[in-house]
């Protein structure tokens, strides 16, 4: 290729990689940001190897068009243009969505700006007044803007501005993206016990060597995880290399940022959706020159454009979240070992529940498996202890049975905190009409409305439509007719309110904790003893330590297990499983409750055991044996759209086109279980092949070949979570 000519990958999904001319004075390598034209528009792209972008619309080199500019950010890294390849292939997405998780902050791509500043020089101005006087004093070694001079001076801002005329104040240019604090990897270094210092020493010595190794941190919670993950990213502190940690949840961030800055003396860099703009560039722009050494983030953070990386660690890896459910459909946990192999660093990833995939990549020597055995210091494993909501129920129209109510009650008479969890957001999942049978559903979505009574409205948890709950039922208009059906969140602690009228209650759910500092208001309210009994959902099972949480109540143990996708008991297994380690961290003892239909359940009996190793054996045969992932593996296609023929006949014509290949069986078209979701009808295609197979090759061929209407969109889920 002549010199003059380059490849890029231009910001959208639609288009394949287009070639242009370099015009003469620019200058432009792999990697390298650019302007480019299209049509009328400019568009920002990407400079790539053609070799790594084949292009099926190469272009002669009369009709090229010019690039119109170099954007003033460093070019993305040939580890990173390895990662956005292979994830674009593997979960089978446009480069260009994938690219555009790297380029994550537009205004960070215009490069640095400044601002002016000032500070005295020293020279006193030829003609004194008391006024100037005065802001002299206050100013002192002070820099800053005019207004804040002023402000701190109590002068106005012409008193100033007289002082920059005379001389004895002087600009300065400040780039606005200040550089981040430097943590420090020796400020409070913890004394290890024996097992944590051997898998401190097997991750630090990983780390130091700049060898991808993923390893699987394998220990109960309370084990001190963290604080062995903590010694590797000193290790990369020290060697000035940059680590990335990624969370299932932004509520995580705030109880990790204060642990790291006990441990380290200041903060990490907080990558997530809650950021304001000026905050993302500068991150992005830090984070991009190697001057941010820590990065902490949700997983939209694994693709940014790290100069120098040198760990990743994944915290509560088996957590689902990590797979994203729209857009480029990925797995943050099995991309970020991706990203270690590229960079060539250890990628750790930290659990008490390890997933099975998980499991099966230790079983098969891929990932090193490092195991802390118990709890560190005092604090004992919970006991756990199954109640038969069958043999003994709960009072009529009550979700607490009474061996949890004497729990609690012992519990709040020693002055120690409860939790009670139940997967369930507000009052109540379904609202029907006791007169005519009539039940709310969302108009968008095959979902019933759930009430949420503190705001008086009924909400879809799908599509987030609201409606107030109306008095009489739109059906056959009785009055005050309308009952709850079921428990939520808030139903249990109107319940707790009643048993309990001098306990304090709080409610943690995304409708309660919907930032970093609600949550960090909710943990220092925990801390100072502001709260009795904690109603949470999935959002309080992980992450935090109370030490004076001593009693957990599961309110629904069976509720995961309906609708029974593959990782069903699974999932059940590690949400207990997590939501018990919250009970008795530091010196009391804790106790965990679950209620549950069927006690004799397979999952239910490896939790009142506390013998994982038997259920993981048993699932993972299962697995096995019906060549599910890890062993085997499914795709699923989504045809959608809001006109529903033309939804159905998509569906049909990829069914009947799907070709015969040995070893891979598609099922399908059905309608979804979500047969309707945002105003979309939904179809879905089940492949199901075999490890071995490029299942993603196939799909690429197939549907590659087809066509349909704009208004149908078809979404492939390569290793999908999520069956509905
Ligand atoms: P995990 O991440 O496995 O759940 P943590 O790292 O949160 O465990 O540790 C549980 C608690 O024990 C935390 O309060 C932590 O600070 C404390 N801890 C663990 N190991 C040590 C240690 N070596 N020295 C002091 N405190 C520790
Ligand atoms: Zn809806």
């Keep these: 290729m002549p010199s003059s000519r380059a490849r890029v990958l231009v910001m959208n999904s639609a288009l394949g990689p287009l070639d242009y001319r370099v015009p003469h004075g620019m200058e432009v390598e792999p990697g390298s940001i650019v302007v480019a034209p299209l049509g009328p528009r400019q568009l920002i792209g990407v400079v790539w190897e053609p070799e790594h972008m084949p292009s099926d619309a190469e272009v002669g080199d009369n009709r090229l068009r010019n690039l119109i500019g170099v954007l003033p950010a460093p070019p993305l890294k040939a580890p990173l243009r390895r990662l956005i390849e292979w994830t674009a292939d593997y979960y089978l997405s446009p480069p260009a969505a994938v690219a555009r998780m790297a380029l994550a902050s537009t205004s960070a791509l215009e490069g640095g700006r400044t601002i002016t500043e000032y500070r005295a020089t020293g020279t006193l ?14 100013i002192g070694e002070r820099q800053g803007l005019i207004r804040e001079l002023a402000l701190a001076a109590d002068v106005s801002d012409a008193v ?88 299932p949840e932004i509520a995580l961030t705030e109880p990790f940022l204060k642990r790291f800055t006990a441990r380290f003396g200041c903060e990490p860099v907080a990558w997530h959706s809650g950021l304001r703009q000026s905050q993302r560039r500068r991150a992005w722009r830090q984070i991009a020159e190697g001057q941010a050494l820590v990065t902490v983030g949700a997983r939209s953070a694994l693709f940014l454009p790290y100069a120098n990386l040198g760990l990743i660690v ?59 055995p118990g709890r560190y210091g005092v604090a004992e494993m919970p006991t756990i202890e199954a109640i038969d909501l069958i043999a003994e129920p709960p009072e009529r129209g009550r979700w607490i049975a009474p061996k949890l109510v004497r729990a609690i009650d012992e519990a709040l008479g020693r002055d120690e905190q409860v939790l009670l969890f139940l997967n369930r957001r507000g009052y109540a999942p379904l609202t029907l009409c006791r007169t005519c049978g009539h039940r709310f559903q969302c108009p968008n979505c095959t979902a019933w409305m759930v009430e949420h009574r503190l705001v008086r409205r009924l909400a879809c948890h799908h599509c987030g439509h609201i409606e107030p709950v ?3 039922c739109p059906e056959c208009r009785a009055e005050d007719s309308l009952v709850a059906c079921g428990p939520g969140v808030e139903r249990i602690a109107d319940e707790a309110a009643a048993l309990w009228p001098d306990a304090k209650t709080a409610i943690v759910t995304s409708d309660t904790i919907w930032s970093p500092a609600k949550a960090a208001e909710f943990v220092h309210r925990m801390e100072a003893g502001d709260i009795d009994i904690v109603i949470g959902t999935q959002l309080v099972t992980k992450g935090y330590h109370f030490p004076n949480l001593t009693l957990v109540g599961v309110i629904d143990a069976d509720l995961g297990l309906e609708g029974g996708d593959l990782r069903a008991a699974e999932r059940t297994f590690h ?40 259920f993981y054996a048993a699932e993972t045969e299962a697995r096995r044996e019906a060549d599910a992932p890890p062993f085997g593996r499914y795709a699923a296609i989504v045809i959608s759209s809001e006109d529903k023929d033309a939804a159905h006949a998509a569906a049909t014509l990829i069914g009947r086109t799907a070709p015969r290949v040995e070893g891979m069986h598609v099922y399908g078209p059905a309608p979804a279980p979500l047969a309707m979701l945002r105003g979309r009808h939904r179809f879905r295609l089940l492949v199901h092949a075999r490890r071995a197979l490029d299942v993603q090759d196939v799909i690429r061929e197939w549907l590659g070949k087809l066509d349909w209407p704009s208004k149908v969109r078809v979404a492939v889920d390569v290793d999908p979570y999520s069956f509905l």
Excluded at 129 to 138: F, G, N, V
Excluded at 195 to 209: E, F, I, K, V, Y
Excluded at 355 to 370: D, N, P, W
Aim: aromatic letters at 4%; a negative charge; glycine letters at 8%.
């Design 575 to 614: 949400q207990i499983m997590q939501v018990s380690g919250r009970a008795g961290r530091g010196e009391k003892p804790g106790t965990v409750y679950i209620q549950t239909h069927s006690p004799s359940a397979a999952v239910m009996r490896a939790l009142v055991s506390g013998d994982a190793d038997s």
């Design 125 to 138: 101005p030829e003609r004194m007044t008391p006024q100037r006087q005065q802001a002299l004093d206050a």
């Design 314 to 372: 994944v915290d509560e890896a088996h957590e689902t979240s990590f797979k994203q459910e729209d857009g480029v459909h990925y797995h943050a946990r099995d991309v970020a070992v991706m990203r270690g192999l590229f960079e060539k660093c250890p990628v750790v990833l930290a659990s008490a529940t390890p997933a099975i995939e998980t499991r099966q990549q230790v079983e098969i020597g891929r990932y090193a498996e490092l195991k802390l």
């Design 470 to 472: 109306p008095r009489v």
């Design 160 to 247: 100033i501005r007289g002082l920059v005329k005379t001389g004895a104040l002087e600009a300065v240019e400040v780039d606005i993206d200040s550089p981040f604090p430097l943590p420090d990897p020796d400020h409070a270094a913890p004394e290890l016990s024996a097992d944590q210092q051997l898998a401190a020493d097997a991750l630090t010595a990983s780390t130091r060597a700049g060898l991808f190794q993923p390893y699987l941190l394998d220990g109960v919670t309370g084990s001190g995880k963290t604080e062995v993950y903590f010694e590797a990213v000193a290790a990369a502190i020290a060697a000035g290399r940059q680590t990335l940690v990624l969370l």
